[in-house]
């Protein structure tokens, strides 16, 4: 499967911004989907997970109650929308995908990845 990122911006804290990820492919529905974000000098992590039939999904504290992960499995898209951003939500921000990883945290569980987009919240 292919991915493609979008959305990204640059926003001013307590804004919003929604992000897609676009898969290629006719399984899409097969696939567990996570975004992960990374920012500079730090280590890729886990933001968001959501299971193939999107009936389950897992935030990281650090975005919970601000973050929604959702999917549309008619049109292959995965969706990320954030809500009350702050400038330490500022990361380069992957969707990527796995048939097994709606319990994984880390990225090397997840085979195949996006682009990246960049979300910048500024002070």
């Known amino acids: 499967v292919q991915l493609q990122a979008s959305g990204g911006g640059l926003v001013q804290a307590g804004g919003s911004l929604r992000l897609s990820c676009a898969a290629s492919?006719?399984?899409?529905?097969?696939?567990?989907m996570g975004w992960f974000r990374q920012a500079p000098g730090k280590e890729r992590e886990d933001v968001a997970r959501?299971?193939?039939?999107?009936?389950?999904?897992y935030y990281a504290d650090s975005v919970k109650g601000r973050f929604t992960i959702s999917r549309d499995n008619a049109k292959n898209t995965v969706y990320l929308q954030m809500n009350s951003l702050k400038p330490e939500d500022t990361a380069l921000y992957y969707c990527?995908?796995?048939?097994?990883?709606?319990?994984?945290?880390?990225?090397?569980?997840?085979?195949?990845w996006g682009q990246g987009t960049q979300v910048t919240v500024s002070s």
């Open positions: 492919g006719r399984t899409f529905s097969s696939y567990d």
């Open positions: 959501i299971r193939k039939s999107g009936s389950i999904t």
């Open positions: 990527a995908a796995d048939r097994s990883a709606i319990l994984t945290t880390t990225p090397r569980g997840y085979n195949y």
